[in-house]
């Protein structure tokens, strides 16, 4: 089961980067939100963490996680290339993947939890709760249906 949030991050993360791709043809400058977003990132990539633009009302969560695959990249040689327009925008694409497996891996950790372990291949439900479901025309109930 732990290959399935790790295909699925991949999978995830191949078609946002394929957008970003198509983005950054398209449109290689800043656009809508990024107008905002871009500037405020490049100064965390640059270390300079009292810089706050007053407009952006999100957690600097994404900022800090590119200021650091930035100080990485540089640390390998890559000279500051994720801090970018189009570099941001691959970031980006690597953290949506990221998300996709994460909440791939809550949603099967929390399914077999709740199914006590028995987990059917091909379905959502355990089998003997997907039998008699149709039955009854309703999810949970335990009593079977005359």
């Given at each position: 089961?732990?290959?399935v949030?790790?295909?699925?991050?991949?999978?995830?993360?191949l078609?946002?980067?394929a957008?970003?791709?198509?983005?950054?043809?398209?449109?290689?400058?800043?656009f809508?939100?990024?107008?905002?977003?871009?500037?405020?990132t490049?100064?965390?990539c640059?270390?300079r963490?009292d810089?706050?633009?007053?407009?952006?009302t999100?957690?600097?969560?994404?900022?800090l996680?590119?200021a650091?695959?930035s100080?990485?990249a540089d640390a390998?040689?890559?000279?500051?290339?994720?801090?970018?327009?189009?570099?941001?925008r691959?970031?980006?694409?690597?953290?949506?993947?990221v998300?996709?497996g994460?909440?791939?891996?809550?949603?099967a950790?929390?399914?077999s939890?709740?199914?006590?372990?028995?987990?059917?291949?091909?379905?959502?439900?355990?089998?003997?709760?997907?039998?008699v479901?149709g039955a009854?025309?309703?999810?949970?109930?335990?009593?079977?249906?005359?």
């Amino acid at each position: 089961m732990a290959l399935v949030p790790v295909a699925a991050a991949l999978a995830a993360g191949l078609a946002y980067a394929a957008v970003a791709a198509a983005a950054n043809r398209a449109v290689p400058e800043p656009f809508m939100d990024e107008a905002f977003h871009v500037p405020q990132t490049q100064a965390f990539c640059q270390g300079r963490f009292d810089v706050w633009d007053q407009k952006i009302t999100t957690p600097p969560g994404a900022y800090l996680a590119a200021a650091a695959a930035s100080a990485a990249a540089d640390a390998l040689g890559a000279g500051g290339a994720l801090c970018s327009n189009s570099g941001l925008r691959y970031v980006s694409a690597a953290l949506g993947g990221v998300a996709v497996g994460l909440a791939s891996l809550t949603a099967a950790r929390l399914f077999s939890y709740a199914s006590g372990g028995r987990v059917s291949g091909r379905h959502c439900l355990p089998a003997d709760q997907r039998r008699v479901a149709g039955a009854r025309g309703h999810w949970g109930s335990s009593s079977t249906a005359a």
